[in-house]
C-alpha cells in the first residue's frame, strides 16, 4: 500500500465518521474539487486503504443479539501457532473482529450471539478447539458507546 499524505487522512478521518458523505461535500472539507476528490477515494479504494462501507445498525432494531470481547491466550507465540490460530478463526462468521494484541493476550475477538446460551455453543464449538488455545476469557458487552457517534461540528461551536 502506498503512503497515505495529509489529504488522504483526511479523507479517511471524514469518511470514518459518515460514510455517506457525498463527495461535493467531502471535497469541500478537505480542500479539493470534487473530481480530485473522487479520484483520491478510488486511490484508496484500490488500494486497500479502504476495505469497504458499512453501516452502524440498531441491534435492538435490526436483529436481538449481544457482543463478547474474548482475550485468547496462545500455548506459544511462534509463527507458526499465530498463523494456525489466525487461519482457523478466519473460518467462523461469529467473530467479527480479531486483533492480535500486546499485553496480558495474544489475541481480542468480538463474538456476536444471539443469547448466552449461543455463547456457550461458541465457546465450546468454536473457541476451545481452535489451534494452540491455552486461556480463554470472555467478557459479555452491556452497549456501544461510539456505536452511534455524532459528527462533529466545525468551528468549535456547540
Avoid: W
Amino acid at each position: 500500500m502506498r503512503s497515505l499524505d495529509a489529504i488522504d487522512q483526511a479523507i479517511l478521518r471524514q469518511l470514518l465518521l459518515n460514510a455517506r458523505i457525498s463527495t461535493t461535500d467531502l471535497a469541500a472539507e478537505v480542500g479539493l474539487s470534487p473530481s480530485s476528490c473522487l479520484r483520491r477515494i478510488r486511490i484508496l479504494e484500490t488500494s486497500g486503504a479502504i476495505k469497504g462501507y458499512t453501516a452502524i445498525v440498531d441491534r435492538g432494531a435490526a436483529e436481538a443479539g449481544m457482543s463478547v470481547m474474548v482475550d485468547i491466550t496462545l500455548e506459544r507465540q511462534t509463527e507458526d501457532f499465530l498463523r494456525r490460530f489466525e487461519n482457523a478463526v478466519r473460518k467462523y462468521p461469529e467473530v467479527r473482529e480479531c486483533y492480535l494484541m500486546t499485553g496480558g493476550a495474544d489475541y481480542r475477538l468480538r463474538v456476536e450471539v444471539e443469547t448466552a446460551g449461543d455463547f456457550e455453543r461458541v465457546h465450546t464449538d468454536i473457541l476451545s478447539t481452535l489451534p494452540g488455545v491455552r486461556r480463554i476469557h470472555s467478557s459479555f458487552a452491556i452497549r456501544n458507546v461510539l456505536a452511534t457517534r455524532a459528527r462533529p461540528r466545525r468551528g468549535g461551536a456547540a
